[in-house]
């Protein structure tokens, strides 16, 4: 299956000698061109936001973002396979309207070299240039065309390697279109406004006409994967209508042998699959079809556009086409050619983030500055500058000076006298258009903002250089002061905004709005602090473009604590708060930071078949072979697992290989597949504890039959004790409620199992895990518990059973391990826990505190202790560290692959309401599922969390002891 997500956009935090973080949050400009590489492996985009972006089509995880043109991008190519490159690739060439092309080394994501059009950037006019480029078949050269008329129609030949220009060769005036190699890369194919297509002879530069005078204008020249034929697209023009005609040619003869039938709608584009039997053309009509070749016959027409398609092209493989419309209503869309329907549409949110100080208003007869703190200041334009053209312009907090930059008619920023209209100075240094410019608060500075990637701060009375700041990859959108100085702020294009310290010069703090939620912000030694929600979107690229979970690194580098102390925070409360909930986490999962050291030192492992595997993603058969083997230079390994879908495969504790007393370790096993998409990891510990990299395969297994999805719900219900006064009263109808509700929405799909009053017994709870044996890997098991939750003396959490004594819960009390072991190592791998009980959140066992007096509005039974959080020195404000850890880190402990989610917090307790007939929790489940017809896990976790605080008041609140990171699943 196709999965891309090419709306998105990555924010990149590079770590010395360790892979690279990437946090995806989107596109800000419309894509204009995609490619596949030449192996099937990688999709380039290349977009309006003036970046291109690399991505894995299996996983759809994003690899690289190739950032540094200064205006947007029309192009961007892949090298071809060739002798020296078997399997194509090796690099991409991108173009755009800033008169540049640039080649970069895909596996790196390094820019190798900038190739300059004839034309400099001062001539760009409004619109920018156009230029062209291509590789040649053999992969050594890329000849680049502009269509700007200075250029005269200059064709320039560069080295790949070197970037070094070895010949131009001047054409016809008014290149129209993409030069396009030969077969033998002896000549190049050009297309020119004069209504001439010629061949271009390298050597000599002579011009060998393919069509000219008043024949149809040649829109487009694509050749075959075999280079024996090419495609043009040619346009017929009259007085009252526009047509076009695709024919094909013989590559040697250049003679027509094929016209496509008329499609009555303007064709755009025109695309071979990589097999050379079909052909691919996107149309005016919002249509794309699919052509059989030799024949010419029409086998298939693509309908879901909503604007007239400009590119459509087949994937590697040939089963999938990607199709979109450059227009802003429109997405992506990906299609089965098997079927002809779409598989994906590339939606997203785009977040724009725009951070200032202070705002201007340009218009064509004055200018206007408005000021948080005053009335807007106007001036009228005068002299010189009432002649002038600008797209920024800002007025000085004294109104004396004017301060404007043009555009993208050059790169200048210019200082008036604003009295008399005269300009005092210019202030030359950007390379790239200036997108801002403003006054200090003071009005002694002026700081500018470009698409070079810097911004600039000038003296305002010499127009001298002060000092430049580089730290943005994307263009800088805007640039100002705090009203102190002391401080500068920059936005970027791609999204982040930089705070620099204005006196030392260097970069304090970089941010990144994900959207209305979520964000990630990371300080220069590479520490971040992030939402839970952006956490779940990170992950790791290798510089060989393997992908990593962000978890392993995660430990390391997500520093709240260390990033508040980075910028200055002064709150020491919080910052301890945050540094000890770091540090509990830490204890939680084992790790020794002491490898942190010199590097975070790391066992390794992987799939030794991983190549064989993705190149036969789809799966018919439902066994899987996995070859793995794991290695660590200085310790002996201790355990490994494989995870499907965040299940471990061997349990939470994994396949010990202890025993062997050895540093590696080589085995081959077989798992199933489960009926979809399958993410499968390995890993490998060593004896400090310490985790390999996972490393995601993605797998899709369709078996040539359904199969039948079964749900297993278990309901344990206790209200009556052998110790009367405990008894509650909704418990076993919470669960009986339960058990109705899910059989109204699974109906024969599902297999029920209860426990009531008598019968919940430790021995009966703990049997039940063999009826849960019996369930397949496509299964859901859902599991809900209502009754008393206790804390022991050590602050061990018990669940009651019938005889559970509620002085002493260890004695014939449920422990929580006892009850999240039915969900270890069973076959299902959809797997949700629903705990409806007092103290059902975790808790720190080293903060607690028994609480002497109950709480009578609570009516609390005698032998249910309250417990609270300390009061001293320990719990440092805020929130006690051990909520702390849970809310900021997604991953705070070994998981057996299962949603839990409890009632209450680990000091709250789970209330019953007289008028609701129900514990709140289990009221607000039965609730979603009569007001929702389908729910995920975190659309349950989210909604009933937010209706049992509204409930009561706030004074219950559920949590979540353990959640999957990447598979959100359907419970009804």
Not at 304 to 323: A, M, P, Q, V, Y
Not at 630 to 635: A, F, H, L, P, V
Not at 786 to 804: E, I, K, N
């Amino acid at each position: 299956m196709l999965i891309l997500s090419f709306f998105l956009s990555p924010f990149l935090l590079v770590v010395a000698q360790e892979p690279q973080l990437v946090l995806p949050i989107g596109h800000t400009g419309k894509i204009n061109d995609a490619e596949f590489s030449p192996d099937g492996k990688l999709v380039v985009t290349a977009s309006e936001d003036g970046s291109a972006k690399l991505w894995g089509v299996e996983n759809g995880y994003l690899l690289h973002e190739l950032k540094g043109h200064a205006l947007w991008l029309d192009m961007a190519k892949f090298s071809p396979a060739c002798k020296s490159d078997p399997t194509g690739g090796k690099y991409i060439l991108t173009a755009s309207n800033d008169n540049t092309a640039k080649i970069w080394l895909t596996k790196s994501g390094k820019l190798l070299s900038t190739l300059k059009g004839a034309t400099g950037m001062k001539q760009l006019g409004n619109g920018g240039i156009w230029i062209n480029a291509g590789f040649s078949p053999d992969s050594k050269y890329v000849v680049t065309a502009s269509d700007a008329q200075f250029d005269n129609g200059k064709l320039q030949i560069w080295e790949t390697a070197t970037g070094r220009i070895v010949r131009i060769v001047k054409t016809s005036p008014d290149i129209r279109s993409a030069p396009v190699f030969s077969p033998d890369s002896k000549s190049i194919m050009v297309i020119t406004g004069a209504k001439t297509t010629a061949w271009c002879d390298i050597v000599s530069g002579n011009l060998t006409p393919l069509k000219k005078g008043d024949q149809p204008v040649i829109d487009s020249v694509v050749f075959s994967p075999d280079r024996k034929y090419f495609l043009t697209i040619e346009r017929n023009e009259n007085s009252s209508t526009i047509s076009t005609t695709v024919y094909i040619k013989d590559a040697q003869s250049r003679k027509t042998v094929l016209v496509l039938p008329d499609t009555l709608s303007y064709t755009n584009i025109a695309r071979f699959s990589p097999d050379g039997k079909m052909i691919v053309t996107g149309n005016d009509d919002n249509l794309a079809n699919i052509w059989r070749l030799p024949s010419g016959k029409s086998i298939q027409t693509l309908t879901g556009h909503t604007s007239h398609i400009d590119e459509s092209l087949f994937s590697r493989d040939g089963k999938f086409i990607l199709s979109y419309a450059n227009s802003e209503d429109s997405i992506p869309i990906a299609w089965d050619l098997s079927t002809g329907k779409p598989i994906k549409k590339f939606n997203g949110d785009v977040y724009d983030i725009s951070s200032t100080f202070n705002r201007w208003v340009g218009d064509g007869d004055s200018i206007a500055t408005y000021w948080n703190d005053s009335l807007p200041k106007t001036t009228r334009r005068k002299g010189a500058l009432a002649a002038a053209f600008f797209n920024v312009a800002e007025i000085s907090p004294n109104g004396k000076y004017v301060v404007t930059a043009e555009g993208t008619w050059d790169n200048d920023v210019r200082l008036w006298d604003a009295a008399a209209g005269r300009l005092l100075t210019t202030l030359k240094g950007h390379t790239g258009v200036v997108s801002s410019a403003h006054f200090s608060y003071d009005g002694r500075m002026i700081i500018t903002a470009a698409f070079d990637d810097s911004a600039r701060v000038w003296d305002t009375k010499t127009g001298k250089l002060l000092f430049k700041l580089d730290g943005h990859q994307a263009g800088v959108k805007k640039a100002q002061f705090s009203p102190d100085a002391n401080y500068i702020i920059t936005t970027c294009r791609d999204n982040s905004m930089n705070l620099w310290d204005a006196k030392t010069r260097k970069l304090v703090y970089t941010f990144f709005i994900v959207d209305s939620t979520d964000y990630l912000g990371k300080i220069p030694t590479g520490y971040y602090q992030s939402s839970t929600g952006a956490a779940k979107l990170l992950h790791y690229v290798t510089r060989d473009l393997q992908v990593i979970s962000f978890e392993q690194l995660d430990v390391k580098y997500n520093r709240p604590d260390k990033v508040l102390e980075a910028i200055g925070n002064k709150d020491t409360t919080l910052i301890k708060s945050y540094r000890k909930a770091y540090e509990k986490r830490i204890k939680r999962l084992g790790i020794d930071t002491s490898s942190f050291k010199d590097g975070y030192g790391v066992p390794q492992s992987g799939f030794e078949n991983r190549e064989m595997i993705e190149a036969d993603p789809e799966r018919k058969t439902k066994e899987l072979t996995l070859h793995i083997k794991g290695t660590d230079s200085s310790y002996q390994l201790d355990r490994f697992n494989v995870w499907v879908n965040e299940v471990p495969v061997y349990g939470q504790r994994g396949f010990s290989i202890r025993k062997r007393s050895s540093n590696s370790f080589d085995t081959t096993i077989r798992i199933g597949l489960s009926q979809g998409e399958n993410r499968i990891e390995t890993s490998v510990f060593n004896e400090n504890g310490t985790e390999s990299y996972r490393m995601p395969l993605i797998v899709n297994y369709s078996p040539p039959t359904p199969q039948k999805v079964m749900t297993r719900f278990i309901g344990i219900g206790i209200d009556h004790f052998a110790d009367a006064q405990y008894d509650l009263r909704y418990s076993a109808k919470d669960i009986r409620d339960l058990s109705l509700k899910l059989k109204e929405k699974y109906g024969d799909a599902i297999i029920i199992d209860t426990l009531f009053n008598e019968k919940v017994t430790v021995s009966n709870i703990k049997a039940l895990k063999q009826k849960l044996m019996q369930t397949t890997d496509n299964d859901k098991v859902i599991i809900a518990y209502s009754g008393h939750g206790m804390l022991s003396r050590d602050y061990d959490y018990y669940l009651s059973t019938y005889a559970v004594n509620f002085e002493q819960p260890e004695q014939n009390g449920l422990s929580y391990d006892d009850l999240e072991n039915l969900l270890d190592s069973i076959p299902a791998r959809k797997k949700l826990m629903l705990i409806d009980a007092c103290h059902s959140g975790e808790v720190d066992k080293d903060e607690l505190v028994t609480i002497g007096q109950t709480i009578d509005s609570m009516k609390l039974k005698r032998g249910l202790k309250p417990v609270r959080y300390r009061d001293d020195e320990k719990h440092l404000g805020l929130k006690n560290s051990f909520e702390l850890m849970q809310s900021v880190f997604v991953n705070v402990g070994k998981s057996t692959g299962a949603t839990i989610i409890s009632a209450a917090a680990g000091t709250q307790f789970a209330l019953e309401r007289n008028d609701l007939e129900n514990g709140v929790f289990t009221y607000s489940i039965l609730e979603a599922m009569k007001n929702y017809p389908s729910l995920k896990i975190s659309e349950l976790k989210r909604i009933v969390g937010e209706r049992v605080e509204q409930l009561t008041n706030g004074l219950q609140k559920p949590t979540s002891r353990n959640e999957t990171i990447a598979v959100d699943w359907e419970v009804w």
